[in-house]
């Protein structure tokens, strides 16, 4: 039947549901970075409302396991990012008082199978068991400081791979939940992630990460 | 056997058909009006299949700028879209086309990791309907279908029943339809579905472990039109089960 996989977190004091959200080109430089192909087919135009996706159940994984690599993969795309956790449901947030339904932050490592279109990536690509990484904790944003100042430092095998900041979001932590909860109410232990940042590094078979945040903490993991 | 999931004077029970409406496990018997159906099961992940039927892709060929596949078109959605049997759906004021899905829904059983098609029905517990709205004017080339066009609150539809998968002996054989204010708007079967469960299911588990309660929406024939506020929209499939729910608007969400 396979080894057994974590299906719930249960960090005091705040319960995961399990619910992920990630976001996409949020990031001004991730977006730069597409130059004119944001007009070209098959996108016709840059995005207007978030771009989001979902980390299923079976992607969840803490702090320090080992993620598989999958087969007929040679390298894993490491997605550096700060994960809102909700404190209370939030359903049409305005903007004002977004950052009242968060309960804190959580380091995530969003490993990914790499792809270069974002018209309709595969699942296959995203969706991998234990592809999602967080913790070691959850925050409460009175420790953690402002989310949309946090600078995360990503090291692979010890070295210095990339800053990835979460100053430079066309939508601050506020404006993404107000965007987002326009139309899907998130609730207490989902987890929306800010965004990821241009030139994610890649990670290779027996190769360690790190990702680092002054306030926050350190998030680790390795590849099998 | 099939089984609901019901709020009824204060608690959530689990009820099956009865003459009069349905029995709860207690021993009640209550009128079909007088419970809130809800999912009839704990929905775990929700897998989604664009295009899995030949009609539905030539009905939108026109604004599909890639056509050929090699692989299902997977998409995931989250619970919080969920509405039960006799539920209100939200349409916006903006919206133009938006539109029903009448899905086969295959709710997973026990764990499926790695599974080949020829072992994958036993990893099926059963089946349900479910209506997997969509609103077209807000699609956008980024991460198609994107969530604001299908994750939205009140647009997953799941009910009446959860029928044991012993019940069905063949999933790919079931006429199903739907029915606008009474009118039939669109018919097909699961027969014509491109990938059928064991296909689905030996795809889905060759990268993601699929885990009891996870339910994978197989997709929709042709026939899909636009609904306005008011209507009321019936998804059938023969021997699951008749999901019934009404299109709302704005306003009973104080918009």
Known sequence: MGEPIPLLFDDPPFRLSGIVYGTLLNQRESLNRLGDAVNQPPYKAAPKAPVLYMKPRNTLARDGDWIPMPDQVDALQLGATLGLVIGRPASRVATADALSHVAGVVLMADLRVPHDSFYRPSVRHIARDRSCVLGPRIVPLDQAGDPDQASLVVEVDGRFRQAASMSDMMRPSAVLLADVTEFMTLLPGDVLMLGLCADMPALHRGQRFQICAERIGQLQGAIA | ?255
């Open chain 2, 1 to 255: 056997m099939k089984t609901a999931r019901v709020a009824y004077a204060g608690a959530i029970h689990s009820a099956t058909p009865h003459p009069s409406g349905l029995r709860l496990t207690d021993g009640r018997v209550v009128a079909e009006e007088a419970v809130v159906w809800l999912p009839p099961f704990e929905v775990g992940t929700i897998i989604a299949l664009g295009l899995n039927y030949a009609d539905h892709v030539k009905e939108l060929s026109k604004e599909l700028t890639v056509t050929a596949k090699d692989e299902p078109l997977v998409f995931l959605k989250g619970p919080g879209t969920l509405v039960g049997h006799r539920g209100q759906t939200r349409r916006p004021k903006d919206a133009t086309f938006m539109h029903y899905e009448c899905e086969l829904a295959v709710v997973i059983g026990k764990p499926a990791k790695e599974v080949k098609a020829t072992e994958a029905m036993a990893h099926v517990a059963g089946y349900t309907v479910c209506n997997d709205y969509a609103i077209r004017d807000y699609l956008e080339n980024w991460y198609r279908p994107n969530l604001r066009v299908k994750n939205r609150d009140t647009c997953t539809v799941m009910g009446p029943w959860f029928v044991d998968a012993a019940d069905i002996p063949d999933p790919h054989a079931l006429p199903l339809r739907t029915l606008v204010n009474g009118e039939v708007t669109q018919r097909g079967t699961t027969a014509n579905m491109i990938n059928d469960i064991p296909t689905l299911i030996e795809y889905l588990s060759s990268f993601m472990t699929l885990l009891p309660g996870d339910v994978i929406l197989t997709g929709t024939p042709d026939g899909v039109v636009n609904v306005n506020e008011g209507d009321e929209v019936v998804c059938e499939i023969e021997g699951i089960g008749a999901l019934r729910n009404t299109i709302v608007g704005d306003a009973v969400f104080g918009r």
